[in-house]
């Protein structure tokens, strides 16, 4: 039986202004016995010495990144998470980047960074910031909302053929720009493909914001921009999920937006908007009806144990029944015969388990004590962050209005310097959000704790497949689907990640507990019918 093996890179780093700190050589020693016990496969070890500067000197470091977002590994390992993040505002960048790439970082001394807890800690925090913040909330938006009133750009890069006077900070026509709005627009009315219109304004010289020339994908968001018929809007967009992606087609409640009608030059006649707008309308596509999308929980967290291969959802009607019903199923996506399971009856067994095991009230109890324990540690941590945030805040603003100024003089190469420079900014004012928030609550009490695992227990049994799926997903590190020595069953190995070690294996209603020195093994003999029983 082959077993699923987590490949692992080791990071090291050494800095010349402690000389107290473990050398590389330590580091990386420490973090080899941390793999062989956790039995991952080292597949790469970087290590930076004497450095004491930013990270973007750091040459192993930022190959390390790269070669995490190509998929060369599955966990970085380093010794301690101040060996990784000289700040936790830099630190919240590259591990934002990693978790794109599916790669998570663990300590060998603090081991509990990504464990449930830590999990549990952030999920917290955010229902404290929905719940708690609204002061905070209120007060930012006010000055927003009063610059809004008045017309006042309240930050963003303003639309194409808009620029905003650094002087009054409202907005004016951009002389160089504004016409290929209007060329824009009245190719639209009459019906041209924004393919051509494109290749129009590349002939004319005109240039995207970003110095490159215009495709049909450059004219997103511009038919329905009020500010171009004169129109201030602002809090218009939903707000970012937890995953800090917005759906802009999505709006908030009127009432919650700010729309001052005729406060914004015009970059076009309200007639020419209207009757645009009036054509998107009438030839939108009418929705059709679509094949029922089957939501698997456990994606991504099933894995053969006889090839490795990870096991994927896989639907099919039953044309034999007279209802054609759908039979979905987990499917080894390898060549091996390794069984597969029916959808329910799997994410059934996985979430009864966590239900029992990971929300019991022994469990519950350590919880809240941890998490109490992580929330002071955040917020000592976090006290003097603000400065240096908004400093460097300040230092990547004007570092991009020189480039800018740089791409209108005709360099070019910068673009997606641009880009990356625009996404810290956004991550450091959510970093921000998050420390102010910290630094308002004095305490979090048992109640709030355990108030949110009980929800996240009872999403376990709701209706809402979404919900059950994130839970599943934060708790469960992996599923093993084993072959067993009865053709019709198989047997289960299920690790929850910072929780038990689960087995669950052979014929129902039989239970054993066992427990070693090493860690507390609970196994289950549980009935599991393979699809061709």
Not at 212 to 237: E, I, L, M, P, Q
């Amino acid at each position: 039986m082959k077993k699923i093996r987590i490949r692992a890179a080791l990071y090291a780093r050494y800095s010349s202004d402690n000389q107290r700190e473990e050398s590389t050589i330590a580091q990386l020693r420490a973090g080899r016995e941390h793999a062989k016990k956790k039995g991952y496969l080292i597949v790469a070890e970087y290590k930076d010495e004497e450095i004491t500067g930013r990270y973007d000197r750091r040459d192993d470091f930022q190959k390390m990144i790269r070669d995490a977002k190509h998929g060369l590994f599955d966990v970085i390992i380093i010794h301690k998470f101040n060996r990784f993040a000289r700040n936790r505002y830099d630190s919240a960048i590259y591990k934002r980047m990693l978790k794109k790439a599916g790669v998570r970082v663990e300590s060998v001394l603090q081991p509990l960074d990504d464990s449930p807890e830590s999990i549990l800690l952030e999920a917290l925090l955010e229902g404290m910031d929905e719940y708690y913040s609204l002061d905070l909330a209120r007060e930012v938006m006010k000055g927003m909302f009063e610059n809004a009133e008045q017309g006042i750009h309240t930050g963003g890069r303003p639309p194409y053929g808009l620029k905003v006077n650094p002087d009054t900070h409202k907005y004016e026509i951009d002389e160089t720009r504004y016409k290929a709005v209007q060329i824009y627009f009245e190719g639209r009315k009459d019906g041209i493909s924004r393919k051509n219109i494109a290749e129009k304004l590349n002939t004319l010289g005109y240039r995207t914001q970003t110095g490159k020339k215009f495709t049909r994908d450059s004219f997103y968001g511009w038919d329905t921009n009020r500010k171009y018929n004169g129109d201030y809007v602002f809090n218009v967009a939903s707000s970012k999920d937890v995953d800090g992606r917005r759906n802009t087609s999505k709006k908030k409640p009127i009432e919650e937006q700010v729309i001052k009608e005729g406060i914004i030059p015009k970059v076009l006649d309200s007639k020419l908007f209207g009757e645009v707008n009036e054509l998107i309308k009438k030839n939108k596509y009418k929705p059709g009806r679509m094949k029922a999308k089957v939501n698997y929980l456990l994606t991504g967290k099933v894995f053969c144990g006889k090839c490795g291969a990870s096991y994927n959802g896989n639907s099919y009607r039953n044309s034999k029944s007279k209802e054609n019903t759908l039979l979905c199923y987990y499917k080894c996506s390898g060549k091996c015969k390794n069984p597969s399971m029916r959808k329910d009856d799997l994410e059934h067994i996985i979430i009864n388990q966590l239900s029992v095991h990971c929300f019991s009230k022994e469990a519950m109890d350590n919880i809240v004590i941890r998490v109490k324990e992580l929330y002071q540690e955040r917020r000592k941590e976090t006290q003097d962050d603000i400065g240096p945030i908004k400093k460097e805040i300040k230092e990547l603003e004007s570092t991009i209005e020189n480039w800018m100024q740089a791409l209108g003089k005709g360099i070019r190469g910068l673009e997606e310097r641009i880009v990356e420079a625009q996404n810290k900014i956004d991550l450091f004012h959510e970093e921000l959000d998050h420390i102010n928030m910290l630094q308002k609550e004095t305490e979090i009490n048992d109640k709030m704790i355990y108030d949110l695992l009980k929800e996240k227990k009872d999403a376990l049994y709701s209706d809402d497949e979404n919900e059950k799926k994130s839970i599943l997903q934060e708790y469960v590190d992996k599923v093993i689907v084993n072959p067993s020595d009865n053709i019709n069953t198989f047997d289960l190995e299920i690790t929850y990640r910072g929780f038990l070690m689960v087995e669950a294996r052979g014929l129902a209603p039989l239970y054993r507990r066992t427990t070693t020195k090493a860690s507390t093994r609970v196994s289950f003999i549980l009935s599991f019918a393979s699809r061709d029983s």
